[in-house]
């Protein structure tokens, strides 16, 4: 149901907030607690209740409420203070301005309000324009776009466009990039081209207003090869000051650290990471090659050693790779996080391993702490919500996972699984067979799914098509072995996937051949 907060409509099906018809990014805490207040309008909640409704199973301190009750005001413009009301030693209310009736602005939205813009603009970082004969001078701007993304998302202030849509834009024509960036929520586009000088490369970088082209902010720069670190920094900085007034400086002091002390090493980084996030025969093998090799030039790069724990799983088979393998993966990438513990991909990585470890309290941790560092980056927002719904927290996941989806609309192929187990989870078999058919190239574990949310609504003769497919692919996978390497926390979840794979007939031996359907 959707409900209108003052001059913002909060959506608690859908997990949005959005003000002058525009999402409002928000970090999930701070949605929890506005989505518990929304529920208890007119009611004093004391700070013990509202500790145990947005952190039941963590201790944390008063500040870390006041921060989010901060957060809530400034999410939903209640600069007055007349919403979300401080009751002196007692703790909070939620109130509708200028009216004594709750329920008045409780009432579901139906139109779009006109309010002001968001508070948090957000930007997408163009890939540069690199006109230089050199085949590293590509990868090395790819990758110094992609640190200045990283970099801007440690300012709570701007909301950045996630790398993968970012990048997917470029690829637009000149006509259709700005309003196809205005149709992403993007409020501003930098763009860059590089070119050759003596000793290194000289560089133009433009800010501009999507809306009216506007140029914001613009500016030259010239340097050595061994430079583009402080390269990096710098645009970052001036493109943060250049949006945002007052930009504390504590946040660029926790900006991630180069994540390479040399040009090479970085090089085969960015070559490992960019292998690992493409499809095909033996690139993880490939991508394991270059982070070794960055190692060896660069032994204490954090980011090379998570990457190539990262390596390691997925070439192991993920969740189904040898304890052993994953012990190991584990060690390097905390290794990683003792590296570099501002780098939030370093745990981002470590929880997903721990999470295929069962270390679950361990995994929510690391989770916890790369969202603390980076509360724009779409992966960790998508991946913690993968991991809720393994948790059993449906609902919870699928606001994180819809987050990570509007910071990055043009996602890589794996949201659709986390979002499809997710709404499988929450029993929504439609829409989770509309995300698990979106996946380009299906594992015999995807089919599975596909069956099961086909079973599970009813359609039984598209469910055992899509099992013919996934046994076709691996004959040997039983309903067993597709229930051991499923790591669902209630039994009620694994129990709802194990009778769905049944309806759809997955362990029979027989089955005459038939044409797989078109999935809706």
Not at 287 to 308: I, M, N, T, V
Request: a negative charge; one cysteine or more; glycine letters at 6%.
């Amino acid at each position: 149901m959707a409900h209108q907060v003052g001059s913002s409509v909060l959506d608690l099906d859908r997990g949005t907030l959005r003000r002058d018809g525009e999402i409002v990014p928000v970090r999930p805490k701070t949605f929890e607690l506005l989505a518990f207040l929304v529920r208890n309008p007119g009611r004093v909640l004391s700070k013990d209740e509202l500790f145990q409704a947005v952190w039941p199973s963590t201790i944390v301190t008063e500040d870390s409420l006041t921060q989010c009750i901060r957060d809530v005001r400034k999410c939903i413009g209640d600069e007055t203070q007349s919403l979300v009301r401080t009751v002196p030693r007692r703790g909070y209310m939620f109130q509708a301005a200028d009216d004594d009736s709750v329920s008045a602005s409780l009432a579901p939205a139906t139109a779009a309000v006109q309010i002001e813009r968001a508070p948090e603009p957000m930007v997408a970082i163009l890939p540069f324009r690199v006109s230089v004969d050199d085949a590293t001078a590509k990868p090395l701007f790819d990758g110094a776009v992609e640190e200045i993304i990283n970099a801007l998302s440690y300012f709570k202030t701007i909301a950045v466009l996630a790398r993968h849509s970012a990048f997917a834009l470029a690829e637009h024509s000149d006509q259709d990039i700005w309003a196809t960036a205005e149709r992403l929520g993007a409020d501003y586009v930098a763009e860059g081209s590089v070119e050759s000088a003596e000793d290194g490369y000289s560089t133009h970088v433009v800010l501009s207003e999507t809306a009216s082209g506007r140029r914001i902010w613009a500016q030259a720069f010239s340097f050595r090869t061994s430079d583009l670190f402080v390269f990096q920094r710098m645009v970052a900085q001036r493109i943060a000051t250049a949006l945002v007034a007052n930009i504390e400086s504590a946040a660029m002091r926790r900006m991630s650290p180069a994540p390479a002390a040399n040009i090479e090493a970085y090089v085969h980084i960015l070559r490992g990471i960019a292998l690992l996030r493409s499809y095909g025969e033996g690139v993880n093998q490939q991508a394991r090659e270059h982070l070794l090799k960055a190692l060896e030039l660069d032994p204490d790069s954090g980011l090379a050693h998570a990457y190539l724990a990262l390596a390691d799983t997925i070439i192991g088979g993920y969740g189904g790779a040898p304890r052993a393998l994953l012990d190991q993966a584990r060690d390097r990438a905390l290794h990683a996080t003792a590296l570099s513990p501002d780098e939030a991909r370093c745990h981002r990585i470590l929880a997903l391993i721990l999470l295929y470890l069962a270390e679950f309290d361990a995994a929510a941790r690391h989770f916890a702490r790369a969202l603390d560092l980076n509360p724009y980056d779409a992966d960790t927002l998508a991946q913690t919500g993968f991991f809720e719904v393994i948790r059993g927290h449906g609902e919870a996941g699928l606001v994180l996972l819809d987050q990570a989806i509007q910071l990055n609309p043009m996602h890589p192929a794996w949201y659709y699984y986390d979002r499809g187990e997710a709404l499988l989870v929450l029993g929504r078999y439609p829409e989770a067979v509309a995300s698990f058919s979106c996946l380009p190239r299906k594992s015999a574990w995807q089919w599975s799914r596909l069956a099961a949310c086909h079973a599970l609504g009813g359609n039984i003769d598209k469910a055992r098509a899509c099992t013919r497919e996934g046994r076709r692919l691996n004959p040997g996978l039983t309903v067993q072995g597709i229930m051991a390497d499923l790591h669902m926390m209630r039994s009620e979840d694994r129990e709802r996937i194990r009778s769905g794979l049944e309806l759809a007939g997955w362990d029979e031996a027989q089955m005459p051949e038939a044409p797989l359907p078109t999935t809706q």
